[in-house]
T-cell receptor
Framework: ETGVTQTPRHLVMGMTNKKSLKCEQH?????MYWYKQSAKKPLELMFV???????ENNSVPSRFSPECPNSSHLFLHLHTLQPEDSALYLC?????????????FGSGTRLTVV | TQLLEQSPQFLSIQEGENLTVYCNSS?????LQWYRQEPGEGPVLLVT?????EVKKLKRLTFQFGDARKDSSLHITAAQPGDTGLYLC???????????FGTGTRLQVTL
């Protein structure tokens, strides 16, 4: 496979569930990102990882917990979410963390919290 | 806080028409990127412009970076239904670890 792959594509979870989103990149990039995309809002940056080290946590609630075991894989662990957390969650990668690098995005996970 | 405002928010046109989407900020960016996002997919990078006044062409799409590097425009000539999607601009600052994304322009091209 090439590019950035996200699984699952769709997820419905209750507020008491625990689930994880997975992202894998096959581009040899050193930086990976989690973004949240809600209706009528700009893309919101959640987390930034550079070479498996978290370099930015954009004031995200603790019910979202990222994990980056290596430079190719990124996870977002979810627990006790709220209905307002329903959104499209996008993973992206780039060659480095400089803001000038273009991002390669995955297709996203459409999350619905019920 | 850096903000990127895009206009218009929504645009519905017929095939063959021309259109321009604007991306404006009060902040200076070292680069400006444009992405297109189709329903159910992630954004796809179309172009990166890095020099004030730079113009890049990609088939029927023309991208321009403002002289002061605070704004950009995307012009589409003879729009086609395949151009339908959400267009996002994003500004980079060179040293920061993130891009600032714009508010988006949703384009629909009908037959």
């Amino acid at each position: 496979e090439t590019g950035v792959t996200q699984t699952p594509r769709h997820l419905v979870m209750g507020m008491t569930n625990k689930k994880s989103l997975k992202c894998e990149q096959h581009l040899g990039h050193n930086a990976m990102y989690w973004y949240k995309q809600s209706a009528k809002k700009p893309l919101e940056l959640m987390f930034v990882y550079s070479l498996e080290e978290r370099v930015e946590n954009n004031s995200v609630p603790s019910r979202f917990s990222p994990e980056c075991p290596n430079s190719s894989h990124l996870f977002l662990h979810l627990h006790t979410l709220q209905p307002e957390d329903s959104a499209l969650y996008l993973c992206a990668s780039s060659p480095g963390v400089r803001g000038d690098y273009g991002y390669t995005f995955g297709s996203g996970t459409r999350l619905t919290v019920v | 806080t850096q903000l990127l405002e895009q206009s218009p928010q929504f645009l519905s046109i017929q095939e063959g028409e021309n259109l321009t989407v604007y991306c404006n900020s009060s902040s200076v960016f070292s680069s400006l990127q444009w992405y297109r996002q189709e329903p159910g997919e992630g954004p796809v990078l179309l172009v990166t412009v890095v020099t004030g006044g730079e113009v890049k062409k990609l088939k029927r799409l023309t991208f321009q970076f403002g002289d002061a590097r605070k704004d950009s425009s995307l012009h589409i000539t003879a729009a086609q239904p395949g151009d339908t999607g959400l267009y996002l601009c994003a500004g980079g600052t060179g040293t920061a670890s993130k891009l600032t994304f714009g508010t988006g322009t949703r384009l629909q091209v009908t037959l």
